[in-house]
């Protein structure tokens, strides 16, 4: 099933362990490593194509993820013509994709590279978010840059806090794309300095605690 230009509706999957960590198959024979994807059937939608591919090639059913974001249109990638078999040559250009960002709540053990007879990949593993892609074929790694970036600002955050503070003080989350997070600090705040650290108080309140304490002496 292709369009009137030549591409095949196809979907893309992300999927993300509890780290933020993306799944990565490695290409059954083959040295390359890419992620999850597929062809949409006729009278499918791009979701329900997308559950099934995650099924068939990774063997999760629905209830093993979430689904996190999508991409807002079709990205797009030729296929050299070296790809293509003779007689699909001046019809099928390459794939258009709808990009799926899912999170895994099942475990580990649910994946399945042997869900059916006709296996994707013959390993996998877990990567971090921005993949090396000079190990995916060349002309797929433009689409692979778009959807990570696209879909970037919708991961999760699983620990807001930075790793220093304690219950006494809270951060509160700012735009992905702005400013750093912002911490409000609450009536009697503790805090434990980084490791090799040191507080310098502000001078101008040092000043004012000891003229308050001056005017106060006994």
Same mark, same amino acid.
């Given at each position: ?10 979907? $893309? ?11 990565? $198959? ?37 209830? /093993? ?16 013509? *070296? ?6 040559? !001046? /019809?099928?250009? !390459? ?10 709540? !099942? ?11 006709? =296996?994707?990949?013959?390993?996998? *593993? ?39 503070? *304690?219950? !006494? ?6 735009? /992905?794309?702005? =400013? ?15 490791? $090799? ?22």
């Amino acid at each position: 099933m292709l369009d009137r230009d030549g591409f095949r509706p196809n979907v $893309g999957i992300i999927l993300l362990n509890q780290k933020n960590q993306v799944f990565w $198959g490695k290409r059954i024979r083959t040295h390359s490593w890419q992620f999850p994807q597929g062809g949409i059937d006729r009278g499918e939608t791009p979701e329900q194509a997308m559950f099934r591919e995650l099924h068939e090639e990774v063997g999760l059913a629905p209830e /093993h993820v979430r689904i996190v974001a999508r991409t807002r249109d079709w990205l797009r990638y030729e296929v050299p013509d *070296r790809y293509i078999r003779r007689d699909a040559r !001046g /019809h099928y250009k !390459g794939q258009k994709q709808i990009w799926y960002l899912l999170q895994l709540i !099942g475990h580990d053990w649910d994946l399945n590279l042997r869900a059916t007879n006709h =296996p994707e990949f013959d390993a996998w *593993r877990w990567n971090d978010y921005w993949v090396p892609l000079d190990v995916v074929v060349e002309f797929k790694r433009g689409v692979y840059e778009m959807a990570l970036t696209e879909l970037a600002r919708f991961l999760p955050r699983h620990d807001h806090r930075n790793r220093y503070l *304690r219950s !006494g003080m809270r951060v509160r989350d700012q735009d /992905h794309d702005g =400013p750093e997070h912002a911490m409000d600090h609450m009536p009697g705040a503790s805090f434990e300095l980084p490791p $090799g650290a040191t507080f310098e108080p502000d001078p101008q309140a040092a000043l004012n605690t000891q003229a308050h304490e001056d005017k106060h002496a006994p």
